[in-house]
């Protein structure tokens, strides 16, 4: 009784203890070459009765969720609004489609992730349907299935509103994608993806089919070559070989996976030498990769594409479609920048700030807004009345120096450019010989800046530019009383005194393309490539480091070993 | 260069390679304190040309696969039939609930199973709709919702039929149960309510509820006190208080598990030290166990019982239903059973050897099936005839013995009763003092022998019961040959000779019944019973050691694992 009473004291214990307690409890009774789990789990985060400020911030996916783990400071009551209760991490979603990472692995709800956090952060599952920006409130809906009777429509006010609302896959309006094909952008759609595949191997296999039914079940066509598509098809592909053909040896013949581009390459993002290695490699594992091929229309039973080249139109069987073509705005979004009077762009606009314009108390970040540059044309005469402190009407290298930090911090492209053009510095641009004191008038100024303008991007909708936004945005709000006080950003060459933070920098870490057969892809910055197993390794180890907690970070490992020793599972649940 | 080769071709072998082998690599390479996953793969089936019967076999349960895994005579060509490509452990299946265990830990595709026997088994994912005994064919039908174009339905001849196609939830005819209530028999099942369960809390979280709308949604009924349904509502309470209140603070209050039994006490199947201390337990746990209650209606937002004692009749509002109250036969036995003329029973009717009633070449086994044991009383004249060798009209106590083990081969009843009585042997029941020689006449036989079939029972509808019979019924198949010319079976009483093989005999080996809090109830043949947290450890061990395979096992041991230090995900996937 004694041990029994003792244990069940114990295990009580045990269990009211946060996650650290418990691992080391854990670790220290698991012996050498166990797992070590360590959380770092915040204190309880304590209520200031000072008036805080209300943010309410619309999304759950890598902005909002960045943003929320950064926010530190309790100067503000935060509200979160998303349909969806967890954050998933999309990159490893074509691994989940066949089974080589469980779903449940990749995704983590965002109570576990905000509870860590230390501030006070509230989580409503809902969507938000309308944003009043004259009134600062948003308007919220759960979902119509939910017999709430009548009261699932609610409104939150705001002193903040940060919309990280994402994309969504975008159709182009080609008809039949909606009704016939897969998409790859949310956790669901990459389960049903993994069961459908299952389901066509198993039709597959019925006696009473002919050969030629089940060719067209086991055709898999994927659209689009960017990095979602290839790494479904190389994950396809590997499944299939590794796994499938086990299983169903008299149908492995019969599988034939399409990758239609539009474009002339796949991977167009990367550097030539990795799109080569790519469409080689499938090439050699008989994946079909048809370049320049558009599609027109997807039907039940067969997808019809365009050919450029030869404008000829080709109808290819499938048994499955998946549509990874890209991103478009949300209904919401759309409507929200029609309010703000922002049409014909792609995406809610922002400053550099990521303050939404027209507005000067909406932020939006991630894959739903997109930063409208201020080009260094557009200003340059207030930047050169600025600079010229004498208002000689010339600049001298001296005031000229004075304000080049603050010209490179506001207007990005120029830096770029001066690296793009091996330029040590701004003063380079002024084409003067190696002379002490340059002396450069208006016109000359402009002549010799009017280039860097050309080097203004986009940036890509990817979770890397998502999560640091996050980051970014959430260092401005915990710093916000600090920053208005002393402000330190740029110059505001059309206004008074300096902007209170630096804009948003985007530092490009560099991207992977996994290719199947534990080789991937990568490309870090300074055009540096890497091709092969041992980037494999290197995908492996960055992407265990970008988990966002450790639960799922020895969850992904864990399932890599799994597959590793056992193979795939085909169960089709 | 050398070395990515050497890795390519290393790593493609190794995944050529069988999963022992491959363990086999990796432990090698992993230190102690790794994991040690050894699989048994058999040698590869090899095709003879003799001619082979032809073993169709409905249905991927506990029955079917246990059959399935085996066989091991190559004399068969085996056709297997199922609507589910898997095998799922079902005990597990609350765990699964809650997220104690993920779904594809408790599942193993059938192909992975099938493929280690040995034996040449197909695969077909189809719903067998009608069975033709008299032309030996079974129809099959795909799924309705395939996109085949009319080819779902096929036919296959048979020369054995084997039935394991288990039962289904039974409604007994309550109105609102198939409409408004959740089941707890499949997988998709257990899923559908762990997603539900996450819902409920996130919709009673919506800022725009009031306090009795949070109450009601949070209030989950389950509805039968057996087994399942006490270790439903055991975890969801573990799931509640351990998870859950951290996640959702504010609501840990709100949250009320009822459960209703109609019968006079919870876990009636089992010992009643066993029941006492469940229901003490649950009072403990603030489970509100409701006893003598019998549900009449459910609807979309209360269920109403009958509380037998005072008959009033009860609204319970509810967020959510679970109905586990035990099984009924699925319509496609019901519609054979009619064809066969068993009308009025329960399930499929077959004799002792598995054998369908009314056919010699259809056996059932599992949920479907029920034996028709006969009974001593019915044969009594028979057997006094065929004991009495010397056709004398009385036997002595040397032609008693002689029949003694075939008769209790053949009656199992008597030997239940022998021991529930504390007879020593069959001998003790002639009641007849020391003599050296017993010499009974028919009417004393009678009398002896009258009571003996009041120990007649039904085996329950258990996994345990299942699997023994697939088994037996394995068994029975790989030695036909063999059993033919040399019967091992008891005399027949009825006929000439011996029957082929010996009756099915279940060995009862015990059940389980968790409790939540790390506790289990056991009970042990022999009355042996062990109540608390060290039988929770023999749950563990003895559930580890049942899984289908060494996947399965890692996994759920993992899961364990992965519970107790991170605790449940609650992502609503």
């Given at each position: 009784?004694?041990?029994?009473?003792?244990?069940?004291?114990?295990?009580?214990?045990?269990?009211?203890?946060?996650?650290?307690?418990?691992?080391?409890?854990?670790?220290?009774?698991?012996?050498?070459?166990?797992?070590?789990?360590?959380?770092?789990?915040?204190?309880?985060?304590?209520?200031?009765?000072?008036?805080?400020?209300?943010?309410?911030?619309?999304?759950?996916?890598?902005?909002?969720?960045?943003?929320?783990?950064?926010?530190?400071?309790?100067?503000?009551?935060?509200?979160?609004?998303?349909?969806?209760?967890?954050?998933?991490?999309?990159?490893?979603?074509?691994?989940?489609?066949?089974?080589?990472?469980?779903?449940?692995?990749?995704?983590?709800?965002?109570?576990?992730?905000?509870?860590?956090?230390?501030?006070?952060?509230?989580?409503?599952?809902?969507?938000?349907?309308?944003?009043?920006?004259?009134?600062?409130k948003?308007?919220?809906?759960?979902?119509?299935?939910?017999?709430?009777?009548?009261?699932?429509?609610?409104?939150?006010?705001?002193?903040?509103?940060?919309?990280?609302?994402?994309?969504?896959?975008?159709?182009?309006?080609?008809?039949?994608?909606?009704?016939?094909?897969?998409?790859?952008?949310?956790?669901?759609?990459?389960?049903?993806i993994?069961?459908s595949?299952?389901?066509?191997?198993?039709?597959?296999?019925?006696?009473?089919?002919?050969?030629?039914?089940?060719?067209?079940?086991?055709?898999?066509v994927?659209?689009?070559?960017?990095?979602?598509?290839?790494?479904?098809?190389?994950?396809?592909?590997?499944?299939v070989?590794?796994?499938?053909?086990?299983?169903?040896?008299?149908?492995?013949?019969?599988?034939?996976?399409?990758?239609?581009?539009?474009?002339?390459h796949?991977?167009?993002?990367?550097?030539?030498?990795?799109?080569?290695?790519?469409?080689?490699?499938?090439?050699?594992?008989?994946?079909?990769?048809?370049?320049?091929?558009?599609?027109v229309?997807?039907?039940?039973?067969?997808?019809?594409?365009?050919?450029?080249?030869?404008?000829?139109?080709?109808?290819?069987?499938?048994?499955?479609?998946?549509?990874?073509?890209?991103?478009?705005?949300?209904?919401?979004v759309?409507?929200?920048?029609?309010?703000?009077?922002?049409?014909?762009?792609?995406?809610?606009?922002t400053?550099?700030?990521?303050?939404?314009?027209?507005?000067?108390?909406?932020?939006?970040?991630?894959?739903?807004?997109?930063?409208?540059?201020?080009?260094?044309?557009?200003?340059?005469?207030?930047?050169?009345?600025?600079?010229?402190?004498?208002?000689?009407?010339?600049?001298?290298?001296?005031?000229?120096?004075?304000?080049?930090?603050?010209?490179?911090?506001?207007?990005?492209?120029?830096?770029?450019?001066l690296?793009?053009?091996?330029?040590?510095?701004?003063?380079?641009?002024?084409k003067?010989?190696?002379?002490?004191?340059?002396?450069?008038?208006?016109?000359?100024?402009?002549?010799?800046?009017?280039?860097?303008?050309?080097?203004?991007?986009?940036?890509?909708?990817?979770?890397?530019?998502?999560?640091?936004?996050?980051v970014?945005?959430?260092?401005?709000?915990?710093?916000?009383?600090?920053?208005?006080?002393?402000?330190?950003?740029?110059?505001?060459?059309?206004?008074?005194?300096?902007?209170?933070?630096?804009?948003?920098?985007?530092?490009?870490?560099?991207?992977?393309?996994?290719?199947?057969?534990?080789?991937?892809?990568?490309?870090?910055?300074?055009?540096?490539?890497?091709?092969?197993?041992?980037?494999?390794?290197?995908?492996?180890?960055?992407?265990?480091?970008?988990?966002?907690?450790?639960?799922?970070?020895?969850?992904?490992?864990?399932?890599?070993?799994?597959?590793?020793?056992?193979?795939?599972?085909?169960?089709?649940?």
């Amino acid at each position: 009784m004694r041990w029994s009473s003792f244990y069940h004291t114990a295990s009580r214990v045990f269990n009211d203890c946060p996650s650290w307690a418990k691992t080391v409890v854990v670790c220290s009774v698991i012996s050498s070459g166990g797992l070590v789990a360590y959380c770092d789990a915040k204190p309880e985060y304590v209520n200031h009765e000072s008036k805080k400020k209300k943010v309410v911030v619309l999304g759950t996916g890598w902005a909002g969720t960045s943003f929320l783990k950064n926010m530190k400071s309790n100067s503000y009551d935060i509200h979160v609004v998303s349909p969806r209760n967890y954050f998933a991490f999309t990159p490893l979603l074509p691994s989940v489609t066949c089974g080589t990472v469980e779903a449940r692995s990749v995704v983590e709800p965002i109570r576990s992730i905000t509870r860590k956090s230390g501030v006070n952060i509230h989580f409503s599952e809902a969507e938000c349907y309308k944003i009043d920006n004259k009134n600062n409130k948003v308007y919220c809906r759960a979902s119509k299935d939910k017999k709430l009777g009548g009261q699932e429509d609610f409104s939150i006010d705001y002193d903040y509103l940060v919309i990280a609302m994402g994309g969504r896959s975008n159709t182009f309006n080609t008809p039949g994608v909606q009704e016939h094909a897969h998409f790859l952008k949310e956790v669901d759609e990459a389960l049903k993806i993994r069961h459908s595949v299952v389901d066509l191997f198993e039709r597959a296999s019925l006696p009473s089919l002919p050969v030629e039914e089940k060719k067209k079940l086991l055709s898999f066509v994927v659209v689009g070559g960017g990095p979602t598509g290839v790494e479904f098809a190389a994950e396809l592909h590997d499944f299939v070989l590794e796994d499938m053909a086990k299983l169903y040896p008299s149908l492995k013949d019969y599988v034939k996976i399409t990758l239609l581009e539009a474009g002339d390459h796949i991977l167009n993002m990367f550097d030539k030498r990795i799109t080569e290695f790519a469409e080689q490699k499938f090439a050699r594992d008989g994946i079909d990769v048809r370049l320049g091929s558009m599609v027109v229309k997807v039907g039940e039973n067969e997808i019809t594409a365009k050919e450029r080249a030869s404008g000829q139109v080709v109808s290819i069987p499938h048994g499955m479609v998946v549509w990874s073509t890209g991103i478009g705005a949300r209904p919401e979004v759309v409507e929200f920048m029609k309010q703000l009077g922002q049409v014909n762009r792609r995406a809610l606009v922002t400053d550099e700030w990521l303050r939404v314009e027209g507005s000067d108390n909406i932020y939006a970040l991630g894959d739903c807004a997109t930063i409208n540059q201020r080009r260094v044309m557009e200003d340059i005469a207030v930047i050169f009345s600025k600079a010229d402190k004498n208002n000689s009407g010339k600049l001298d290298l001296k005031e000229f120096k004075d304000v080049v930090g603050d010209i490179i911090e506001r207007y990005p492209q120029v830096d770029i450019y001066l690296k793009k053009n091996q330029m040590r510095d701004m003063a380079s641009l002024l084409k003067k010989s190696q002379e002490s004191n340059i002396i450069v008038d208006i016109e000359y100024f402009k002549e010799a800046l009017s280039k860097v303008d050309s080097q203004m991007k986009n940036l890509p909708a990817t979770a890397q530019v998502a999560a640091q936004q996050g980051v970014y945005l959430a260092d401005c709000f915990n710093r916000m009383e600090e920053c208005e006080k002393y402000p330190e950003g740029p110059l505001r060459f059309r206004g008074v005194g300096r902007h209170r933070f630096r804009p948003f920098r985007y530092r490009h870490l560099g991207q992977f393309a996994p290719l199947g057969g534990e080789q991937t892809a990568a490309q870090l910055p300074g055009d540096w490539i890497s091709i092969g197993h041992s980037t494999q390794w290197l995908w492996y180890s960055v992407y265990t480091s970008k988990q966002v907690s450790w639960r799922t970070r020895f969850l992904v490992v864990g399932d890599w070993g799994r597959r590793f020793i056992f193979g795939r599972d085909s169960s089709k649940i």
